[in-house]
């Protein structure tokens, strides 16, 4: 990259940059010590729609979501459509659009690959007009994720325990929901289901893999439809993601599709939305905006998708 100028919007409540004490005089100095310019907005007093909106009024052309996937795909959000780039520090607990760009987990390696990365445009899902940038989930799993909520932040045994007997409680007394399912490329049907994902492209099938992407351009959606999930159903797909054969598995359908349309009888469905609990209205309209983002990633990478 030949400008060395970034804007950096922190949100020193994430999960690693809670645990490691992230400041803006930290992330300032690491920057500087690699010769980079930045600005950093540490001021989580305001709202991030608020901060995003300086960040792109600024002269920096590389705007930097510290923080969690929220923050990134609230930033992301913002930046589909504009002439900046996004970068990531992966301050978040799971990080999940970095590890799939193979953005160092780590802030000081993470700050040292901006100044060799390069550009790389990324596909984008949109659910209603919103964008995200990994999976929307409707069903069982939303579900379960909101009690995860409750121990978040929480490493004692009581927690994961209390967590670990909520888990499989759900799980056992779980009911199916009736939803119709319209790909704009495929059979229109009426399914009970236990779960449905639609995910921006496609994950990946291989040893260790679990819930990685190898290409973000791809252009298409990749809808998921999990028909029941028993106690037995959810150690065999768990076992079969780290193992690397979960594709076939009979409780799990996928198709690729470049619009879908998930009908309900109810006007609102909670969902995962990138990782967060959240409640939409009825329909539900996805569809894919092709290389709609520009992402900074490191060098390895793309020299990795030019090879590939």
């Known amino acids: 990259m030949t400008d060395t100028s970034y804007y950096v919007i922190l949100n020193a409540n994430a999960g690693t940059a809670h645990a490691i ?31 995003i909106a300086d960040a792109i009024a600024s002269d920096a052309p590389t705007i930097v979501a510290a923080g969690g996937d929220g923050t990134i795909t609230a930033l992301a959000a913002a930046l589909v459509g504009t002439d900046k780039n996004l970068a990531i520090l992966p ?28 550009s790389h445009r990324i596909d984008v899902g949109e659910v209603n007009g919103r964008v995200f940038l990994h999976k929307v989930v409707v069903g ?6 909101a009690g995860r909520e409750h121990i978040r932040g929480r490493q004692d045994t009581a927690a994961k325990i209390g ?37 921006s492209n496609a994950y990946d099938e291989g040893l260790g893999q679990f819930f990685s992407r190898h290409s973000l351009d791809r252009g298409t959606l990749t809808l998921y439809v999990l028909r029941h999930l028993t106690v037995g159903d959810f150690f065999r797909l768990t076992s079969g993601m780290l193992l690397g054969h979960w594709r076939s598995d009979e409780a799990l ?5 470049q619009q879908v349309t998930i009908k ?21 309209h996805f569809t894919i905006r092709p290389r709609a983002l520009s992402v900074i990633v490191p060098a390895v990478t793309a020299e990795a998708e030019v090879a590939a």
């Open 264 to 284: 309900s009888r109810k006007s609102m469905l909670k969902v995962m939305f990138d990782g967060e609990v959240e409640s939409l209205q009825t329909p539900l």
């Open 163 to 199: 967590f670990m007997r909520y888990f499989f409680r759900r799980l056992t007394r779980a009911k199916k929901i009736v939803v119709a399912i319209e790909p704009s490329n495929g059979h229109h049907r009426v399914e009970k289901v236990q779960a449905i994902a639609v995910a």
């Open 140 to 145: 069982l799993i939303p579900g379960l994720a």
């Open 253 to 257: 359908a996928m198709e690729s599709v």
């Open 91 to 118: 301050l978040g607990t799971v990080n999940a659009l970095a590890k799939d760009l193979h953005v160092p987990l780590d802030l000081a390696a993470a700050v040292a690959a901006l100044a060799t990365g390069t």
């Open 21 to 51: 004490g992230a400041t803006a005089e930290m992330v300032g100095a690491l920057f500087q010590a690699n010769g980079l310019t930045a600005t950093i907005d540490d001021d989580d007093e305001r709202d991030l729609t608020s901060r």
